[in-house]
């Protein structure tokens, strides 16, 4: 059994009725249950925690005993040495996940702070993709992938 955290970034605490055209329509308590229940059927432990403050994302990087990281850093994407900094320090393997396709948005969404430290990316997929990093997380922690990850790290 692996311990998963997933973080949400600013404004995903009003999923459900934020901009549905881009977001859709589940809130985000809905999307953290399924995330537990999926959880619970792969035997994981998963925390979820959403800040609309920086500095309480990074505290919570600091203090995570997690093995693995579901990240939407939400508009911090775009913005946060902060955070990129905090994922450097510990060191864990996350994957960074957005609702919308943010290469099919403003050009100021074209660019993350995140995605080449990540171990990938899950863009536009909707709520789903958090579900399937979870997948992937299992997949992850199972060990297939730890060579492919050892070797980027690595290279880097
Ligand atoms: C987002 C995309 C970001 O550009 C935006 O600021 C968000 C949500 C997404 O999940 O699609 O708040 O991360």
């Known amino acids: 059994m692996a311990i998963i955290l997933t973080l949400h970034g600013p404004n995903l605490n009003l999923?459900?009725?934020?901009e549905?055209?881009?977001?859709?329509n589940e809130t985000l308590g809905s999307i953290d249950t399924r995330l537990f229940d999926l959880a619970?059927?792969?035997g994981h432990s998963l925390s979820s925690l959403q800040s609309n403050?920086?500095?309480?994302?990074?505290?919570?990087?600091?203090?995570?005993t997690a093995d693995f990281i579901i990240f939407n850093p939400?508009?911090?994407?775009?913005?946060?040495?902060?955070?990129r900094d905090a994922l450097l320090a510990i060191a864990k393997p996350f994957v960074e996940v957005h609702i919308?396709?943010?290469?099919?948005?403003?050009?100021?969404?074209?660019?993350s702070y995140f995605s080449d430290i990540a171990i990938g990316t899950i863009n536009g997929l909707g709520a789903e993709g958090y579900l399937l990093a979870l997948r992937y997380a299992h997949i992850y922690l199972s060990g297939v992938n730890?060579?492919?990850?050892?070797?980027?790290?690595s290279a880097n």
Request: glycine share 4%; with cysteine.
């Open 15 to 18: 999923l459900g009725v934020r």
């Open 20 to 24: 549905p055209e881009q977001y859709g």
């Open 40 to 42: 619970n059927q792969l």
């Open 53 to 64: 403050s920086e500095a309480e994302l990074t505290n919570q990087l600091h203090a995570t």
């Open 74 to 83: 939400a508009a911090f994407t775009h913005t946060s040495i902060v955070l």
């Open 100 to 111: 919308s396709n943010i290469f099919r948005r403003e050009s100021f969404r074209q660019h």
């Open 146 to 153: 730890n060579v492919l990850w050892t070797c980027e790290k």
